[in-house]
């Protein structure tokens, strides 16, 4: 079983950055396909990018040309560095394997101020 700890996420200024953190434990974490999710205050969670085991990422429109998702495998991490950050990225961050998800970790709250 993955269990999945988020870190990294505070309040920050518009256009601002935060870099996110998801260290993965199991062997799932290192052949899956890995994501960041956020959920804003009332909404669904959706999807925000993802990173293929071999480097291939997936950004969705909305935060595409300022967010980063990358990964370290030897350490079982997933990073989000987020860039030019808008109040509407305000929310909490989740990652998990893209297919097939585990169980939810915490996730980390990203409060982004205008």
């Known amino acids: 079983q993955v269990h999945l700890v988020e870190s990294g996420g505070g309040l920050v200024l518009a256009g601002g950055s935060l870099t996110l953190s998801c260290v993965g434990s199991?062997?799932?974490?290192?052949?899956?396909?890995m994501a960041w999710y956020r959920q804003a205050p009332e909404k669904q969670r959706e999807l925000v990018a993802h990173?293929?085991?071999?480097?291939?990422?997936f950004y969705a429109d909305s935060v595409k040309g300022r967010f980063i998702i990358s990964r370290d495998n030897d350490k079982n991490t997933v990073y989000l560095q987020m860039n030019s950050l808008r109040p509407e990225d305000t929310g909490v961050y989740y990652c998990n394997a893209l297919y097939a998800p585990g169980p939810w970790g915490q996730g980390t709250g990203v409060t982004v101020l205008s």
């Open positions: 199991g062997t799932v974490f290192s052949y899956n396909t």
């Open positions: 990173v293929h085991h071999h480097g291939d990422t």
